[in-house]
């Protein structure tokens, strides 16, 4: 069985920092790009952040918005990707999703939402004094 499960999130000041996993089990975890994503009431769904595959040497990606800010990395012995997220500000409030792509692709940067095979349930990220 297929699963993505998210956790880190949670209520933090301004200016503060924190660590999102993403655990997946069910598939072949090295073969697959992994994505973060965030969806703000209101908003669409938009990405974040991703790494693309060991096979692929694990290059990360960051949107402008984020870039300095926030650093991705996978444990592939763990099946796990984290999500550092440092100097938060009140618009990064959001449900913070991580999503699994199959891809032998270099660059993992490009991918529309729908093109992800498999999402997790998503966690939530509220920054505020």
């Known amino acids: 069985q297929v699963q993505l499960m998210e956790s880190g999130g949670g209520l933090v000041q301004p200016g503060g920092s924190l660590r999102l996993a993403c655990v997946a089990s069910g598939f072949t975890f090295e073969k697959y790009i992994i994505g973060w994503f965030r969806q703000a009431p209101g908003k669409e769904r938009e990405a974040v952040s991703c790494?693309?595959?060991?096979?692929?040497?694990?290059?990360?990606y960051y949107e402008s918005f984020v870039r300095g800010r926030f650093t991705i990395s996978r444990d592939n012995a763990k099946n796990t990707v984290h999500l550092r997220m440092d100097n938060l500000k009140p618009e990064d409030t959001a449900i913070y999703y991580c999503a699994a792509l199959a891809s032998t692709y270099r660059y993992c940067a490009g991918y529309v939402p729908a093109r992800y095979n498999y999402w997790g349930q998503g966690t939530q990220v509220t920054v505020s004094s």
């Open positions: 790494i693309s595959s060991p096979e692929q040497e694990e290059i990360p």
